[in-house]
């Protein structure tokens, strides 16, 4: 377009993510040679902020409005709660949020949303929350959507103005557009607004494949292809079918299972690849001996095939399959990071607990000492703490030390700075510190003394204090402690662990965690959601847990008989294990356990998922569950050993 001489201003590209976004805008430089200053490269929502910043005080906003994230967002709504009489306790806020978003965006109606329960009731607060946020002349997430929208709608003369201004519009992943993302597109692309006046054809171009869509929890709705097509009837089909990334044995697979969607346009991927290495499927016991095939075949392929952890990707359906693959990571030194969910590392009753742990190693941690100086809470207060820093910068010394002189200061009957209370506060909390290192420094029985330490200081009592509303999430909290207990122990037990101690523990915490050096390291493996996935590309990749429950997952088929047709959530979950089989470039692992431990205790007898049947079966090769290596194995790895040695 740029070539033909058309102004680069006249030109509209939308995709989802800042970093689409950038990579669009680059690519087009790149290919162009020029440097674009007023080509629009947005983000549906970074458009509507641009619309806004010029026009809303047509809407009686002022120009200088504030956008509020979600935290901003859930504090706006208790104070709603509080002018409109309503308790806070025992309130979803998260739920009441998203009831609030679909109510805007145009999802649900109120008395008739999908929710349970009387949401009726909440309408009050609802536009309590709208006049609260004119009044503070603020805007929410779904408000740089809606309020474009409503300002196109009420003024034909400044609709007209971004008509006349966009000619020339694309959409990438048009699949996970939006019901009122599309309404935007249809408003900008739309004909002249003079009935009378001469036709102006919208030049739209949009690129998406419905068999990747895969966010209707989040409103998109893949069906706006058909609403395109509709709308737009003169409209060119272009199918992109040549696949650049996978070899032959991946697509024909991938193409296998999704052919069994009834409501998608129909294509078929192919590739100029070889076809490629089989597919192998393996059926491990359980997800211990799962998550173990999965690290020992890491460790092999990254000195046999000369890869790099980076290009390793392990996908999984839910957050519940992390914990045990990381323990397996840990085990073997394995270095990973984590999208799409919450690393078992980061959850904060492990943090906790960590941070207890390396306050024991080392006291002088100040980062770690914030952490827990108050939890579980004991009545230090932020006055104190904020004056504990500012004596600390004073004597440039650690929080611990100065702690601990004014402890020593108190026993003397020296003057006292922080009150009685606080002082009693701080130097029992000295003692328990004291009592720990006394108790867990050493090198036998760690898990143990853990265990008592963390019975010592009560965390349970805490949990249930804090979710004194859910005693359920309480309890899975407290089962995360006792899984890190437990994969302290069976760290204890390797026979090949010399160095059973604390600190040699916190160390390979520190190297798993670890963010510095990634490049030097050869990167980390990639553990993540396989919605997280999309987009990405990984040269070996496995998918687990693909057993019927996972994927398809149960709560996803619950109400499948509420969605016939192209709503089927099989269908969806479908694309799901789709968009995970083409993730894979060269080589695809999948496993399916036979039995899983579910709640850190019930172990459940597992079947395949009914996906795994779609594949083709002359592209797969069964794992066999060896524990010793073929002869011919063994004697290539150590000539391969032998030739690195020399």
């Not at 709705?221 to 709308?231: Q, V």
């Not at 941070?355 to 002088?364: E, Q």
């Not at 805490?462 to 995360?480: G, H, I, M, P, Q």
Request: net charge negative; hydrophobic share 35%; glycine share 6%.
């Amino acid at each position: 377009m740029l070539a033909k001489g058309i102004p680069q201003s006249a030109i509209l590209a939308l995709t989802f993510t800042n970093k689409a976004a950038r990579e669009m805008g680059n690519r087009v430089k790149e290919l162009t040679g020029k440097k674009l200053q007023s080509l629009t490269v947005s983000t549906f929502h970074a458009f509507g902020v641009k619309i806004l910043r010029d026009e809303i005080e047509a809407l009686g906003y002022r120009k200088n409005f504030s956008i509020y994230d979600e935290t901003d967002r859930i504090e706006l709504i208790k104070e709603c709660l509080r002018d409109k009489k309503n308790s806070i306790e025992g309130v979803d806020l998260y739920g009441l949020a998203q009831l609030f978003s679909n109510i805007k965006i145009g999802r649900f109606e109120w008395g008739n949303s999908t929710n349970q329960g009387p949401d009726i009731i909440w309408e009050p607060v609802y536009q309590e929350y709208q006049q609260s946020l004119k009044i503070y002349n603020a805007l929410d997430f779904d408000d740089l959507l809606t309020l474009p929208i409503n300002l196109f709608e009420n003024s034909p003369e400044i609709l007209a103005k971004y008509r006349h201004r966009y000619r020339y519009i694309m959409v990438d992943e048009f699949q996970d557009t939006s019901l009122i993302q599309y309404k935007l597109l249809k408003l900008i692309t739309g004909h002249s607004l003079d009935p009378n006046g001469p036709e102006e054809k919208a030049n739209i171009c949009v690129v998406g494949d419905d068999d990747q869509s895969i966010y209707s929890w989040r409103g998109a709705s893949y069906e706006n292809l058909i609403r395109f097509e509709k709308d737009f009837p003169d409209t060119l089909e272009i199918k992109l079918e040549q696949n650049y990334r996978s070899t032959t044995t991946i697509l024909e697979a991938a193409n296998g299972v999704i052919s069994n969607n009834t409501y998608r346009k129909e294509k078929r991927l192919w590739s100029g690849e070889e076809s490629g290495k089989p597919i192998e499927i393996y059926y491990p016991d359980n997800d211990t001996e799962e998550a173990a095939f999965i690290a020992s075949r890491i460790k092999e392929m990254r000195f046999t095939e000369k890869l790099k952890y980076e290009d390793f990707g392990i996908l999984i359906r839910t957050n519940s399959q992390l914990d045990v693959i990381e323990e397996a990571f840990l085990a073997e030194d394995i270095p990973c990071k984590v999208s799409g969910g919450t690393s078992f590392f980061e959850r904060k009753e492990i943090k906790d607990i960590l941070s207890y742990l390396r306050i024991i190693a080392n006291p002088d941690d100040d980062v770690n000492l914030l952490r827990i100086i108050n939890t579980p809470r004991r009545g230090i207060g932020k006055s104190t703490i904020i004056q504990l820093s500012e004596l600390s910068k004073k004597n440039r010394s650690s929080l611990w030390n100065s702690l601990a002189r004014l402890n020593h200061a108190r026993q003397q009957g020296q003057e006292n700075l922080f009150g009685e209370k606080s002082s009693n506060e701080l130097g029992s909390f000295i003692e328990l510190i004291e009592s720990l290192r006394e108790s867990i420094l050493g090198k036998k029985g760690l898990s143990g003394k853990i265990r008592n330490f963390i019975e010592t200081i009560n965390y349970w009592g805490y949990l249930v204090t804090e979710f004194n509303k859910d005693e359920k999430k309480a309890r899975w909290k407290y089962a995360n402690i006792n899984y890190l207990i437990q994969m302290i122990e069976n760290w204890e037990k390797d026979p090949d662990n010399l160095d059973p101690s604390l600190y040699a523990y916190l160390n390979r915490i520190s190297l798993l965690t670890r963010t510095d050096n990634e490049e030097e390291e050869g990167g980390k493996v990639n553990l993540m959601t396989i919605h997280a996935s999309k987009g990405l590309e990984f040269s070996v990749l496995f998918i687990a847990g693909v057993e019927d429950g996972i994927i398809p997952h149960s709560r996803s088929m619950e109400d499948c008989d509420s969605f016939p047709g192209e709503n089927s959530p099989l269908e969806e979950e479908r694309r799901l294990f789709y968009v995970a089989v083409t993730r894979a470039m060269d080589k695809l692992y999948v496993t399916s356990c036979q039995t899983r431990r579910s709640s850190r205790e019930a172990l459940t007898e597992r079947s395949p998922s009914p996906f795994l049947e779609e594949i083709p079966p002359h592209l797969i090769e069964f794992q066999e569950n060896e524990t010793e290596e073929k002869q011919e194995d063994a004697e290539a790895f150590f000539s391969r050993l032998k030739e690195t040695l020399k």
